[in-house]
């Protein structure tokens, strides 16, 4: 039997004030009536006169439009922008291209001293979206470990695997409904306290079909005097052959927080990065193992030059994304553009005829959005929910989805999943004891909950988990890039359920990233205050031996 659930109607628990609404817009309301009650209590009518204009100014940016956001939202995407604009941050230069003889502070006026500023602002270490990233392990052969220190985030470590879906071709709903199972099973491995692994990041590329067996074929064939024109009509078949054809590339990011959890373990293996090292080689190990029993096929952790090319192949698409003899992890990264709307990414390719020989340099357009939780219809669904916007596109689109999951124990999944039940239990009865009609979204949130605790009962196994997801399109023009993003979004809404797709407009490039398989885009969701006390008092995390 194929399992299903309901992912739509339940984007935020409950809590003791918050209702179903974001920690920050509660906090601006109660903090308004604060302000107005001083007011009123200290100047009177002058007070109701200034803070009743006031209240109503935060009730009405805090509220949503209808597609997802609320004025205060675009107000704080504009300043975004133009501090991004005035700052010379939309555009990135890697740093060891920046000429030696520029300097931030140059003698000139003030217009200058800008001017300068913004250029050397543009040559930075990584581009946005991955700053803080260091490697403990990149050389060729060997599995890449990354060190992720960004700015206010637990540092992390990170491998990414590259992997082939359990289903190729055609197969019936019970080998599909296994795969599933499996899938599942994999999960919940991941999802107790006592486990390593705090998130996996599963990404799907789909790009148009690599021509290299063809064109080692054509090296090894090709009479050297052939007409230049029949090699010419070659090439040109071979790109009609690319753009025709697309197929789907699957990688699985794993993820460690370097907690205090792991540096206790490490520690028992070795001092320092040795210990790190070794811990993670072991998990490592460890995963390979878990995600052959899941089902994958072709499973094998990228070296620091594999994963060079695909980051460089997901930057600028003509770029082979197994072309991995002339890349490293520190040299990947290619100079970019962001407009409003999308970040341009303009470099030199190979001729697919002569590897050793690049193009002249072309143009691609990357666009990426979140998919929102609140945005899904509520209905049953399968493990397949994504596919319309993978496999079932008639158009040829280049894109890349990316799914983060972080796992929550089940005790802790448990309590919030009774506290969500409980607030909704009382919102209904509170209603129906007014004599008030009862809203949808409240029926809803009680369903989505009860069925929580239902999949999280004693000896199930499951465990729970915090999601996002990004899906980014690149095209070579902004006409282009345009009607790709107009079918992703009908594709969509008609056959994935997906009512809209979150644009992440004025910070297109660190968006992007968040579709590399390097683990990140997805913030640790906030936990309550109770859970975090007994989570320190508690016994979730292993101890240190106790020594006499």
Known sequence: MTRTSVLGGDARSRGLFSGRRSRGVTAARYTAGAVVLVLLLFFQVWGLVVGVPLLLVVFASTTDTGSGG?????????RRWRYRVRNGLVDFVPVDQRPDDLTPTPEGSRAERRAALRTWNA???????????????????????????????VPYLSTAFRVDGPIQGLHGDAFVAQAQQAFGQLMAGWGAGQKLVSRIQIVTRVIPADSALHEVWLQDQLDPDAPQDLQTDYTTLLGQLSASSFVQRHYVVLRWSVDEQFRAQARRQAPGLDGWLWLVNGEIENAHRRLTDAMYRGVRALSGPQLAAVLRHLQ????????????????????????????????????????????PARTWLHRTAAIPVDALEVREVDGLWLAPILTGLDEQIVRTLAVHLQFTPAREAKATARRDVTTDQRDLLARARKGQMVDDETELALSSAARRMSDLREGVGHHGAHWAAFLTVSAPSRTELAAACTHLEAAAADDA??????WLDTIQAAAHACTWPLGRGMSSPPKPVLTRALRRVGTATAKEPITR
């Open 123 to 153: 040559y930075r270490d990584w581009p946005d979206g991955v700053d803080g990233l260091y490697w403990l392990e990149s050389r060729p052969g060997i599995p890449a470990v990354a060190y992720h220190a960004g700015t206010g985030e």
């Open 316 to 359: 600028h698409p003509d770029w082979p994304i197994d072309r991995a003899s002339d890349v490293t992890v520190n040299d990947c990264w290619l100079p970019s553009h962001d407009e409003r709307s999308y970040t341009q990414v303009t470099a030199e390719y190979p001729d697919p005829m002569d590897p050793d020989w690049l193009l």
């Open 70 to 78: 609320t004025i205060a939202s675009w107000v704080q995407d504009r």
């Open 497 to 502: 359920g997906i009512n809209r797709l979150d």
